[in-house]
C-alpha cells in the first residue's frame, strides 16, 4: 500500500466490472466478410493516445456482424480502449453511444465507477508510470505486446474519494483540450505556409513586394512549368561553378567508425538528426576534438546546407551560428552556397518544394532505399531568381515561422504542464484542493 492519506492501491482486474478482448477474431473465422455496415471496427489504428481517430483507414461492419462478434457486451460512452500491441500502450475513452467492434490489438476497459472513474483510470493508464510498468512486462521482438494476463495484475494507484478522483481527470482533461486546440491551430498555420511556400516558389514576389498574379505578371513556359519572365530554370553546378561554393560528402566510414563516439565532444550531425528543417541535438553523436580536427574539412559554417543523403531524402537543413564548428556526418551531404548568388534558407526552402524534390526522387539510385550523392544535388535545376527577391520571399516565410515558434512554444509550455501535474496528481504528491481553477488559469492563459 502507498502511504498516502485517503489514497489506495489495487491490481487493475480488481477495478473493472468489465473486459472486453477480441483479439485475433476477424470476419473470416465467423463466415462473414467486412463492409455493407456503418458499425466501426476500433483497431490499434484508430485508437491515438486520448482519442478515437477513425479519418484513419478504418473497417465497417454490419449490424449482423456487430452481433456475431460482440457476444460478451456493448460498448458505452466512457469506456476505455487500449492497444495491446504496434502500438502498445496506446488509451482513449469511447467519445459517445454509437456501436463499436473491438478489433485487432485492442481491449475495452471497464472501471467499476463506485471505485474509480474511467476518466482516472484513462490518464493513469497513459501516465509515465503506468506505461513503464506495461513495457516490462511486454514480449516480441519486432513489436513488442502485452498480454492480458500480464495487464491484469498492474496495480493502479488513486485517490479512494471518487470526487478527487473526478477532479483531477478534469484538471489533467483542461490541459489536454488546451493542447487539442493549439495542435489544431500549428496545423492551420503549417497548411499556410505550405500554400505560400508554394506561391512563392512559383510566382515569386514583385518590386511592389506583391506575389506575382498570373492576371497582372508576366510568365514564361520552362521545363519547370511557367514562371515569371524575370526568372530563370539553373542548377545548382551551373551557379556553383559561376558564383563559388561547393557540394561535399561526410566523411567515409573508413573515416568515422560508431566506437568513436563520446559523451561529450564535438556535435556530428547524421540523416536522423534532421527533421522539419532543423537539426535536432537530443540524440546527437558526438567525438572527441581530437578526432574532430582529423575531419576538419566535413566541419560546418553557418549558413551552410547539410542534406540526408539516405532515406527521406527531403531532409535538409541550415547551420546557424550555434552549430558553428559541428561536423557533417556519414550519411549526409554539405553545400556551401555562394552567400551573393544564393540565401541559405530561400535555397533549403526551394530543394524541400515539391517541384524539386520530384527530381530528387528520379533520380535517386539505390532500390531498397534511394539515396543521394553530390551529382545529383548539382544537377538539380531551380528557378533561380535575383538575391534581393530571394530575400523578400525568406522575410515573409520567416515571419510565418515567427507565427509558428510562439505556437510551438505554447505546446511546448502545456505540454511541460500536462507532464508535471500527472507526476504530482497521479501520485498523490499534491491534492487537487485549488488546483483546478489554477490549471484552468493556466492552459487558458498559455493559448
Given amino acids: 500500500m502507498i502511504a498516502v492519506t485517503g489514497w489506495d492501491e489495487k491490481p487493475l482486474i480488481q477495478l473493472l466490472t468489465l473486459i472486453l478482448d477480441f483479439r485475433g477474431k476477424t470476419p ?5 466478410e467486412w463492409g455493407n455496415g456503418d458499425i466501426p471496427a476500433l483497431s490499434a489504428n484508430n485508437v491515438e493516445m486520448g482519442k478515437i481517430d ?5 473497417y465497417f461492419g454490419t449490424d449482423a456482424l456487430y452481433r456475431k462478434w460482440m457476444t460478451r457486451g456493448d460498448t458505452r460512452a466512457g469506456d476505455i480502449v487500449l492497444t495491446t500491441e504496434a502500438p502498445l500502450g496506446n488509451v482513449a475513452q469511447i467519445p459517445d453511444e454509437r456501436r463499436y467492434i473491438l478489433s485487432q490489438r485492442t481491449i475495452l476497459l471497464r472501471a467499476d465507477e463506485t471505485r474509480l472513474c474511467n476518466s482516472y483510470l484513462r490518464h493513469y493508464i497513459s501516465s509515465d508510470e503506468f506505461q513503464t510498468l506495461m513495457r516490462q512486462q511486454s514480449s516480441g521482438t519486432t513489436a513488442t505486446g502485452i498480454q492480458r494476463a500480464k495487464l491484469e495484475p498492474l496495480t493502479i494507484r488513486f485517490p479512494v474519494s471518487t470526487l478527487e478522483q473526478e477532479e483531477i481527470a478534469r484538471i489533467l482533461d ?10 489544431a491551430l500549428f496545423a492551420k498555420q503549417r ?51 559561376e558564383r563559388g561554393g561547393h557540394i561535399q560528402t561526410g566523411p567515409f566510414g573508413s573515416q568515422l567508425h560508431s566506437y568513436e563516439y563520446v559523451s561529450d565532444g564535438i556535435p556530428v550531425i547524421m540523416p536522423q538528426d534532421i527533421s522539419d528543417g532543423e537539426i535536432l541535438e537530443t540524440h546527437i553523436a558526438r567525438i572527441t576534438e581530437e578526432k574532430a580536427v582529423s575531419l576538419s574539412r566535413h566541419r560546418v559554417i553557418p549558413g551552410d546546407l547539410i542534406f540526408a543523403r539516405r532515406g527521406d531524402l527531403s531532409r535538409c537543413a541550415v547551420i546557424t551560428e550555434h552549430q558553428r564548428g559541428w561536423l557533417c556526418g556519414t550519411g549526409c551531404l554539405l553545400m556551401r552556397p555562394p552567400t551573393k548568388a544564393l540565401l541559405p534558407y530561400w535555397t533549403a526552402q526551394v530543394y524541400r518544394f515539391s517541384q524539386i524534390q520530384s527530381q530528387v526522387a528520379i533520380n535517386a539510385v539505390g532500390s531498397t532505399m534511394p539515396n543521394l550523392n553530390t551529382g545529383i544535388i548539382a544537377a538539380l535545376a531551380i528557378g533561380y531568381v535575383h538575391i534581393d527577391e530571394q530575400a523578400q520571399i525568406v522575410e515573409h516565410l520567416n515571419s510565418l515561422d515567427t507565427v509558428m515558434q510562439k505556437t510551438r512554444n505554447v505546446r511546448d509550455k502545456l505540454i511541460s504542464l500536462k507532464t508535471a501535474l500527472m507526476q504530482d496528481l497521479l501520485t498523490g504528491k499534491k491534492r487537487v484542493t485549488g488546483l483546478c481553477q489554477s490549471a484552468a488559469f493556466l492552459a487558458a492563459e498559455a493559448v
Fill in 54 to 58: 477513425l479519418t484513419k483507414e478504418c
Fill in 174 to 183: 483542461t490541459v489536454d483540450l488546451a493542447i487539442e486546440k493549439t495542435n
Fill in 28 to 32: 473470416k473465422k465467423l463466415g462473414m
Fill in 191 to 241: 497548411q499556410l505556409k505550405a500554400g505560400l511556400t508554394h506561391d512563392l516558389l512559383t510566382r515569386g514576389i514583385d518590386k511592389a513586394g506583391n506575389v506575382r498574379s498570373f492576371q497582372s505578371h508576366k510568365f514564361k513556359d520552362s521545363s519547370l512549368g511557367k514562371i515569371p519572365v524575370e526568372w530563370q530554370v539553373r542548377t545548382f553546378s551551373e551557379i556553383l561553378n
